[in-house]
């Protein structure tokens, strides 16, 4: 059987084999989207699929809803065109639960896929069309934190902006030119409302898109492409809103377990590929049971009734308490540094950390220890109750095959918030002595020593992907294990960079430590684990 239109009009045979399918007519909701489309997507990926395209799916066997989403990619089109088109926008989610059982599910909720290039004239004219729709209410993101960045590595603005810059709307090239771009259609469209809302998993996700957006917006008007006007548009809450997010699911790559588990139902050309641009992605999504989406309640289009299926909806204040509590606290600051150690320590899994004592113990450290006492309450989600399903069900997942080496991508672009608002926090408060933090700092000594891309054995691994990767690696050269010297001259242009950690760790008197811990780390083979068991 195939994951396609013609291959599900079996459905007898997908229902022996334990799948959920849709339970609406889809050739209708593909009209009605088509016609009347009222959310759009922008990141193809895996939580979008499993998590989005599921919960609107939800809505749509209720009859709650009546139109399905339509997804844009703009960073790696091949899954577009070697993923979603083979297979009429069809996906498998398979939920792996805690007590080993899986739920497979057919998502058709997705139903037209498109690529987001100016140069790919019959797509981009299609997604101007649907920006100019009466009806769209909602153009979200999952297109990752760096998504969002006009500036490389280095703080220069990337070459694509600054052609968009110079060249305005019409052919722009970088991500976030062409969605600016599509909103100025919108704009000229009788400045029709919308909600631009990011999903994606980093601090202050909307505001992140908006200032994007408005910063071309401006350079536009500044060059007399676009009317000042447009500006006023996208700054008006009540035409265009930016509401903040926080989203949570695990949702790692595609597990060869599950491809063996669907091929033995008999789903064909199921198997994984590996893109151009290293993007790991199959027509079927394995993914955790627990999920969170919390969203600001700005729609000015309205929006569809995405609560009666678990989203929360609220107030700025309480997703900025919730995303706080999630980012800096509760979930990314020990997922950072599970994955930090867990490359430097030889482990493929994050599942498998959680069962080292040791590990389970820094991991308990940083949660409950030093960032639990400065989490705020948000109300709507309980901070202890959310470490505990961490720490308890979430990261022992022996069923959720997630790996450090994904989990350590981008990681100097994360420290500052998944640790840096802490230590600001201790930093400030009256009650709290930020020489009580230990752990952390050893999470960033133990980040330097993973710089090295040499694991506790001696032996090179390849470090993943990071913007800041070139500079970073090129301070570290100079180090190597076994080294006996002072090391803070050189490391000081990282330990000053409030880029990475979020503050200067000098200004917090958080080098000297950081530099100690890394010292006994390059000591000797073996010594990350020995400095490990020593302060943990």
Known sequence: MKLNEKGLSN????????????KYDRSTV???????????????????????????QNLLNEGIIDSGLIVAEGYDYEIIEKINNPHDNYSIAITLKTDGSIRKTVIGSIVESL?????????????????????????????????YSLIDGEGNLLPSILRDIKNGPNKPESYIG???????????????????????????????????????????????????????YINDSNKVSFPLTMIDKITPRPSKDIEKLLKEDGVEEIEAIVTKKSTYVAPFVNAEEC????????????????????????????????????????????????????????????????????????????????????????????????????LNIRLPNIFIPDSPKRIATDTSQ????????????????????????????????????????????????????????????????SINIGDDKNFEEVLRPILEDKRIFGVNLYEVNMAKTVCNYFKEMISERGAVKVTLEKYV
Not at 11 to 22: Q, R, V
């Open 11 to 22: 459905n007898k045979y997908w229902k022996d084999f334990g799948y959920d399918l849709p």
């Open 30 to 56: 593909i009209k009605n989207t088509s016609e009347k489309p009222k959310m759009i997507h922008f990141g193809a990926g895996n939580i979008f699929r499993i998590f989005y395209g599921n919960l609107v």
């Open 115 to 147: 690529i987001l290039d100016s140069e790919n004239e019959s797509n981009f004219n299609r997604l101007n069309e649907i920006f100019r729709k009466d009806s769209l209410q909602i153009a979200s993101f999952t297109i990752t934190e760096k998504g």
């Open 178 to 232: 062409k969605i600016t771009s599509l909103l100025y259609t919108r704009y000229l469209s009788y400045e029709k409302p919308i909600a631009m809302v990011s999903m994606d998993n980093c601090s202050k996700n909307g505001d992140k898109l908006h200032n994007a957006v408005i910063e071309i917006a401006k350079k536009w008007v500044e060059n007399n492409l676009v009317e000042n006007e447009f500006v006023n």
């Open 291 to 390: 999920e969170y989406l919390v969203i600001e309640d700005v729609f000015p289009n309205g929006r569809p009734l995405l609560e009666n299926d678990g989203v929360i909806f609220t107030t700025r204040e309480n997703v900025e308490k919730v995303e706080k509590m999630k980012v800096c606290t509760c979930l990314n600051p020990i997922h950072t540094a599970l994955a930090i150690f867990g490359c430097i320590l030889n482990y493929d899994l994050i599942s498998d950390e959680m069962k080292d004592k040791t590990l389970r113990k820094l991991a308990w450290g940083i949660g409950y220890k030093e960032g639990l006492p400065v989490v705020v309450d948000p109300g709507i989600l309980d901070p202890k109750e959310f470490i505990d399903t961490v």
């Open 414 to 477: 994360k420290l500052a918030i998944r640790f840096g608002e802490t230590i600001k926090a201790y930093d400030t408060s009256l009650n709290l002595d930020i020489s009580n933090l230990k752990l952390i700092p050893l999470v960033f000594a133990g980040w330097l020593r993973y710089l090295m891309g040499i694991d506790d054995n001696g032996k090179r691994f390849e470090l993943s992907q990071d913007p800041m990767l070139n500079s970073l690696t090129s301070i570290m050269s």
